[in-house]
């Protein structure tokens, strides 16, 4: 029987082919000046071995209409459908900035088919990218949800990246060494140089390094001397921390109200893990010793349990999951309780000799 208009409809390709039939649907019509009349403009579905295999192919497709197109789409256009979706469901927009850092670490994939990509397409990009393990695992993560995406929305027949696995470097957490009181002395004498301000605000608050560059100057209370950030977990996200007396002058002199960010890099804009990761660097040769930026975290709760700081209390200053259920859900604390556990924190005496860190004080 003739299809009705709109239909589509299948045909026999000329010629000695293995798939001699073509189906193919109307997207649309085009007025011919000459003649007045409109002519029908046709996309084509495939081609295929008997009538009735394309017959089947575009009645499946009239029922479930689905994107021709997509065969043709790329890793950068499937990044943008895929991000334009998945960024509106982040409660943390420091997630989408993380995958938007591994996007850009892809470009060699950008304009290749999804379709045409295989693992070591991905692997050699990973491989290749001269970023931390961190940024290597979010790329790993955003090809895992590209493919996803792809998968549901029929791009792909294969999900390719769930075929290998991306092992990062292990670190050994129990060799954190935490900073020396008298080089947190010297950093006093450093302030001008680079991020010694972070650092020190690390130092006296215990918020991890990509939460220090994430707080927002409207979470900022200069009269409460107190700050609403973190990140990372349920117990770090959004946990209010008292500001160590010492450090109120840095809060001051980086509090502008017009900047999003209480921290900024150079040129006033936001400082991403990867900027203040590089600048730290510089500060530790300076300062003539080798730490990362977690370790201003460790020297933090390390000198807390030092001066005997409460562990609940600890618990909640730095957002870990607090076990307890009497602590957690029955006893309210007043903000005072906290306020006097964050002034305990104190760097001006002797070097303290401590032992390896735990390993959960991560």
């Given at each position: 029987m003739k299809r009705a208009n709109g239909d589509g409809s299948v045909y026999k390709i000329g010629g000695k082919r293995r798939k001699p039939f073509g189906a193919r649907v109307t997207i649309g019509w085009q007025l011919d000046p000459e003649t007045g009349r409109s002519?029908?403009?046709y996309q084509s579905i495939g081609t295929f071995a008997t009538r009735v295999e394309a017959e089947t192919a575009l009645n499946n497709y009239l029922q479930n209409p689905y994107d021709i197109e997509a065969h043709k789409i790329t890793f950068a256009g499937v990044y943008d459908r895929w991000s334009a979706e998945y960024f509106e469901t982040l409660k943390n927009p420091s997630s989408a900035r993380s995958y938007k850092a591994a996007y850009a670490?892809?470009?060699p994939l950008y304009n290749i088919r999804m379709r045409d990509i295989r693992v070591e397409h991905m692997q050699g990009v990973i491989k290749d990218a001269e970023v931390g393990d961190a940024t290597k695992g979010r790329m790993k993560s955003l090809f895992n949800l590209m493919y996803k995406w792809c998968?549901?929305?029929e791009v792909v027949e294969k999900d390719y990246s769930a075929l290998f696995v991306h092992k990062a470097g292990k670190r050994d957490k129990?060799?954190?060494?935490p900073f020396k009181n008298?080089?947190?002395?010297?950093?006093?004498?450093?302030?001008?140089?680079s991020v010694v301000d972070m650092i020190l605000f690390a130092l006296y608050s215990g918020f991890r390094p990509s939460e220090v560059t994430l707080i927002e100057t409207r979470f900022v209370d200069l009269v409460r001397w107190r700050i609403k950030g973190g990140m990372k977990t349920e117990a770090g996200t959004d946990r209010i921390v008292p500001i160590h007396e010492k450090i109120r002058p840095i809060v001051q002199k980086h509090y502008n109200p017009d900047s999003k960010f209480l921290f900024?890099?150079?040129?006033?804009?936001?400082?991403?893990?990867?900027?203040?990761?590089?600048?730290?660097?510089n500060v530790m040769r300076a300062l003539g010793t080798t730490h990362t930026p977690h370790e201003a975290r460790h020297t933090f709760i390390s000198c807390a349990k030092h001066f005997d700081v409460d562990e609940n209390l600890l618990k909640a200053i730095v957002g870990h999951k607090i076990?307890?259920?009497t602590e957690a859900v029955y006893t309210h604390r007043p903000f005072s309780d906290y306020v006097a556990a964050v002034a305990l924190i104190d760097y001006s005496g002797e070097d303290i000799e401590f032992e390896s860190i735990d390993a959960d004080w991560d």
């Open positions: 002519k029908q403009i670490y892809c470009e998968m549901i929305h129990t060799k954190r060494v008298s080089e947190i002395q010297k950093l006093w004498k450093m302030q001008e140089f900024t890099n150079e040129k006033g804009e936001y400082m991403t893990y990867d900027q203040y990761r590089g600048r730290f660097k076990r307890d259920v």
